[in-house]
């Protein structure tokens, strides 16, 4: 009897033991200095949020990790891979990064909606294009946090995605992007108004659209856009040839 009770004591110490050191510590959102360099020489923070990690700013290579340029675009294509200065205007690359094709993002890889999504595509080694899943990972989690959320619908989380400069201000309706744009941006995502090209450059200051590697349909490809007149982020999809912004997210 005496063995049997120094084994269950063994037993029980083991397992608190177990859940003292073997449980995952908590990780708290943050920004993350330096996380990255592209091919380019580029260096990118990035902000914990959650379980994931997302760069902090819009991505600006014009190659591949391996190399393998891109074509500065003149015009909208699918027949090769895109990108283009915002707005027309290469003095705000470094703050709004390149806007790219979907052939450019995607470098060959198949549609996906995985959890994470497997391509790397046009991102840096380590790093991948994400699928509208993790899009909606990312809404869901920040829904959840009340220091993202403005007013009392946990969908409204798109001014803690959105830079506090650029952004078109909309002086009518609470709680929106462009409404009091000092109040953006506590992820410290820093999305910013890249607009969008579409044969002409356009909705620059009023609108951010994200590529995901997730295939909508043979021509169109899942967004996630940020407007300056709406609280939330929306989920859509848009013409692959049309030159949008990228975000990464970490392997």
């Known amino acids: 009897m005496k063995n049997k009770s120094l084994l269950w004591a063994l037993v029980a110490m083991g397992l608190l033991l177990c859940f003292s050191s073997c449980k995952k510590d908590k990780v708290e959102d943050g920004l993350i200095e330096g996380a990255v360099t592209d091919i380019d020489g580029n260096t990118y923070n990035a902000v914990q949020l959650g379980d994931q990690v997302w760069m902090a700013s819009n991505l600006r290579c014009t190659k591949y990790a391996d190399g393998t340029g891109l074509t500065y675009g003149l015009t909208v294509t699918s027949d090769a891979p895109c990108y283009y200065p915002p707005n027309d205007n290469l003095d705000i690359v470094d703050t709004c990064g390149y806007l790219y094709n979907w052939k450019a993002v995607m470098r060959g890889s198949s549609t996906s909606y995985l959890k994470p999504s497997g391509v790397q595509g046009i991102c840096p080694d380590g790093w991948h294009v994400p699928s509208v899943e993790e899009w909606r990972i990312l809404l869901d989690y920040l829904g959840t946090n009340a220091n993202y959320i403005t007013g ?64 909508h349909s043979a021509t169109a490809a899942d967004i996630a856009s940020l407007s300056h007149n709406s609280p939330i982020v929306s989920i859509n999809n848009g013409e692959k040839t049309y030159g949008r912004s990228v975000r990464c997210v970490k392997d």
Do not use: H, M, Q
């Not at 002086?171 to 820093?190: E, H, K, P, Q, R």
């Open 152 to 215: 009392e619908n946990s969908k409204n989380v798109a001014k803690s995605l959105a830079a506090n400069e650029l952004w078109t201000v909309d002086s009518i309706n609470a709680y929106t992007v462009g409404n009091d744009l000092s109040a953006n941006n506590a992820t410290l995502f820093t999305a910013y108004p890249a607009g969008s090209y579409n044969g002409n450059y356009v909705r620059y200051g009023t609108r951010a659209d994200f590529w995901t590697c997730s295939e």
